[in-house]
């Protein structure tokens, strides 16, 4: 070898040379597409590419660190990540809430506030807000995460026997192995009969259930195989305006199209025909609707759809060919007198062949809300119907990319669909306390529409179900110059000074949808009754506070 191609491949010049590469690789970013060096001379090896400018190099010209040397350029940077995920917005856990968590911080650390804490009543975390976990769901998952107290004399006999029921369909008798993509075989046929009882014994295939990790993993994934396209031919969404933010986020993720369609507030947030057709008469000229979703009992907006109401949603769905994605998580939820849960699929169903043996649906359940409130289990299910077998293929193929669902959500979903029976040990204090979980819910919905509908400038419909309230509130056109003279929206604007003169965090409407020159905010009705009524008076106080200053 000759003496000049020794010089080149000494250590020193090959790490010259690898060094030169990397700062190439770092700032020519996409354009860059060989790993080929230009040529090196023999005196000076990796000059070629050490010496040239940044500029030479398209890299922008950067600021020297303090200690002389220039900072390597990032890989990702907000200009190339990826666009749909810059579009994501997530109102729930967004700008208020950060802002509730810093004072709540300042609080902490001893500095002065017009009040002496923090009220956030923005998310459904119901053991959060103080709702206390029903005891047998917490005994069976303490036997299942720890199997040696089923030597303890302490447990009740059905909580050991469902203990040992759900660790023998757990390899290795252990919640800590991966389960099947689709969920626990023995957890699927439970939920099919759980759905059974519940729809009056329309029959439910455990082949069509599959379990998610919390409802919001099934509703992303029906999404994921739903769109398609481009242009004209891209997928559209309808979804209510009110609407839960998951929507929103996940199809600007996906970069489909949100089709929105608007609950009737003048008739307590139902739905209307009239406004899905013409919803979806102009979606059509620019997109491809496919999808119809709809959240009964409603998150924002409380309301629980009536019987007819879904029949109407059901036809208008076959007759426009829409897959139907029915949001069922707070199906335990219902409090008004009159008001009743009705599952889209039962009311498909009863309507005979001509709709259930068409109608493509899938519908939605979590241990999240309810009576339960374990919304850090993540546990839930979605039931299929009418799936395309080819497509049903696809999604136990994309269910098993994420392995399978928390196999301790697996176990509590199954408590919740397979609670203790008649007989069982543990049964009355079950029902004690399921039916004292929902009794103070239905009390708490009941107080904040009373509260709040004695507030000149708040409208609050009924809350008839689910766990937040969507009321309208009137703003001075004082206080929207300002709020746009900052570049807010109003309701951020009035929402972010009631959090900082009164410590009550809640959620602008805006974050939801709502319609044009309309100005709302949600709260949850989950606070403790004693601090709900604290809550529901500084809004009362600070609002007509608020309408003085800027009327």
Not at 401 to 417: F, I, K, N, S, W
Request: net charge neutral.
């Amino acid at each position: 070898m000759s003496a000049t191609r020794m010089q080149l491949l000494s250590p020193r010049n090959v790490r010259l040379l690898s060094r030169g590469r990397n700062e190439l690789l770092a700032g020519a970013g996409p354009r860059v597409c060989s790993l080929t060096s230009p040529p090196l001379s023999s005196s000076s090896p990796g000059r070629a590419l050490s010496s040239l400018s940044a500029t030479r190099r398209g890299l922008p010209k950067e600021k020297m660190s303090e200690n002389g040397v220039s900072p390597r350029a990032k890989v990702l940077t907000i200009d190339n990540m990826n666009p749909t995920v810059k579009n994501v917005e997530y109102a729930v856990r967004g700008p208020i809430v950060q802002r509730a968590l810093e004072l709540e911080r300042e609080l902490s650390e001893g500095m002065k506030k017009p009040f002496v804490e923090v009220i956030k009543a923005n998310i459904g975390d119901a053991h959060a807000m103080g709702q206390q976990p029903i005891t047998f769901f917490r005994q069976v998952l303490a036997l299942c995460s720890y199997p040696e107290l089923l030597n303890d004399s302490s447990f009740p006999e059905d909580a050991k026997s469902r203990a040992r029921r759900i660790l023998q369909s757990c390899g290795g008798n252990s919640m800590g192995s991966y389960s099947a993509s689709q969920g626990i075989e023995s957890v699927r046929q439970d939920v099919a009969r759980y759905i059974e009882r519940r729809d009056g014994g329309v029959p439910c295939d455990p082949d069509n259930i599959f379990l998610t990790t919390g409802a919001s993993d099934g509703i992303v994934t029906m999404l994921k195989l739903l769109v398609c396209g481009e242009g004209e031919t891209r997928t559209g969404v309808m979804i209510s305006i009110p609407q839960y933010p998951l929507y929103s986020a996940a199809l600007a993720e996906l970069a489909a199209v949100q089709v929105n369609y608007y609950l009737n507030e003048e008739k307590c947030w139902s739905m209307d025909l009239s406004e899905l057709q013409r919803s979806l008469d102009e979606a059509r000229r620019h997109c491809n609707p496919r999808a119809l979703c709809v959240i009964n009992p409603g998150n924002p907006t409380g309301q629980v759809q009536s019987r007819q109401c879904i029949e109407d949603v059901i036809r208008f769905a076959a007759k426009e060919r829409l897959f139907l994605m029915a949001d069922e998580v707070y199906q335990d939820n219902v409090y008004a007198e009159g008001c009743q849960f009705h599952s889209f699929k039962k009311v498909l169903f009863d309507m005979g062949p001509e709709y259930s043996d068409i109608v493509e649906l899938a519908s939605f359940h979590s241990t999240s809300k309810c009576y339960m409130g374990e919304c850090g289990f993540r546990g839930g299910y979605m039931e299929i119907i009418n799936l395309d077998e080819e497509v049903r293929a696809q999604l136990t193929k994309l269910v098993s990319v994420r392995l399978c669902p928390p196999v301790p959500g697996q176990a509590l979903m199954d408590l919740v669909v397979n609670p203790p029976q008649i007989g069982e040990p543990s049964y009355d204090k079950f029902m004690k306390e399921r039916t004292a979980t929902l009794s103070v819910l239905a009390e708490k919905a009941k107080l904040t529409e009373q509260v709040l509908n004695t507030v000149n400038g708040i409208s609050c419909n009924p809350v008839q179900g689910a766990m937040y309230s969507f009321p309208r509130i009137s703003i001075p056109e004082k206080a929207i110059k300002e709020a746009t003279d900052k570049g807010q929206q109003a309701d951020m604007f009035y929402c972010m000074k009631l959090l900082e003169e009164t410590g009550i965090c809640l959620v602008p409407g805006s974050g939801f949808g709502q319609r044009d020159g309309t100005y709302h905010f949600r709260m949850t009705i989950l606070p403790s009754t004693d601090k709900l009524k604290i809550l529901l008076n500084k809004v009362k106080e600070f609002h007509q506070k608020f309408t003085e200053q800027y009327s």
